[in-house]
């Protein structure tokens, strides 16, 4: 699993290109004039190689404000075929409507997970290799009022530590680590990423394996503080509205839990019975209104995975979204 990331780093204006470029700009079917929503902005990677690759638009959203400062860039270099929106995935549609009216949408991309920029920085919290506050949240201090990692593991119970280890993390010794925590939180609490890290390899027995004993506790710490999961669900539906027919649903994941919730949401909508799940809501029933496009999970291939280690879990799903016919059914 390793730590969970978008496997692109930053932009340097020469066209950096995010882990499957290609294929992802093949099963976009990029098209001259067509309008794009780069929903994960993160380090500039999928926007730029749409606009680079074809003279058409591109609104990029994220709710990191350091992701709308590396905005300033692509604008830069693509002036009005380029706009930024900071934002989550809830708002998705309301968001992107705002900027776009009514204009037709031919492609939505999701490349999930934190930016390598985000995660190379200690400061961000993110990252159990690399001191710095326990904070994770992903928008960083425009979230004040969300309760940081930090908050979370000094306050809540250690059932509910253990359940967030569990079920986010899917940690089988969670609560052997929760009851660790709260035992050394009575001591002083916990201010440092490298502090959890030490008490969670302390509670493990040291590293034995090539993960790192702390990957999934802070895995799902993150997904917890940043509601990651809710977030995603809330956007897809959203996404699906916003393509018109033809246009192409594109996520890249890269942790079991949201590939799962996607292949769900895809296999749902393309007339797939599928068994229930927490991960698509119970009111979900199934429709016609996608296509899939590639019967398997798409993976990168072994030379992207040797020229980016951390592309190796990364898992693409591509749907397109159908015509309704003259009878107002999907054709």
Aim: hydrophobic share 40%.
């Amino acid at each position: 699993m390793g730590e969970t990331t978008k496997a692109y780093g930053g932009m340097d204006g020469r066209g950096h290109r995010m882990v499957m470029m290609d294929r992802i700009l093949s099963y976009c079917s990029v098209r001259e004039n067509g309008m794009y929503i780069d929903a994960t902005f993160g380090a500039g990677g999928c926007s730029y190689g749409l606009l680079s690759s074809m003279p058409c638009r591109v609104v990029a959203m994220d709710c990191d404000g350091e992701a709308m400062r590396r905005s300033a860039m692509v604008r830069d270099l693509f002036g009005e075929r380029f706009s930024f929106i900071q934002g989550r995935f809830s708002s998705l549609e309301e968001s992107v409507r705002s900027v776009i009216g009514d204009a037709c949408v031919h492609g939505v991309i999701f490349d999930l997970g934190v930016s390598s920029m985000q995660l190379d920085d200690g400061c961000r919290g993110f990252s159990f290799m690399r001191d710095g506050p326990l904070d994770m949240r992903m928008g960083g201090e425009k979230e004040s009022h969300v309760p940081s990692a930090g908050d979370v593991v000094n306050t809540a119970s250690e059932s509910a530590l253990a359940d967030i280890f569990y079920h986010l993390g899917e940690e089988r010794r969670a609560r052997h680590i929760a009851s660790r925590i709260v035992h050394r939180r009575r001591e002083r609490p916990f201010t440092r990423t490298l502090q959890l890290a030490d008490v969670v390899v302390s509670a493990l027995g040291g590293r034995r394996h090539r993960l790192h004993p702390a990957t999934r506790v802070f895995l799902a710490l993150r997904l917890y503080v940043n509601r990651e999961l809710e977030e995603l669900r809330a956007a897809l539906p959203q996404a699906l509205s916003l393509l018109t027919a033809g246009g192409r649903l594109l996520v890249m994941s890269f942790h079991s839990l949201e590939d799962r919730l996607v292949k769900r949401f895809m296999r749902l909508h393309a007339g797939h019975a599928v068994p229930p799940s927490h991960s698509v809501h119970a009111s979900s029933t199934p429709s016609m209104s996608l296509r899939l496009l590639h019967k398997h999970v798409i993976t990168p291939s072994r030379e992207e995975v040797a020229r980016n280690p951390r592309a190796r879990s990364a898992k693409l799903r591509v749907a397109e979204k159908r015509p309704i016919t003259a009878r107002g059914v999907m054709a």
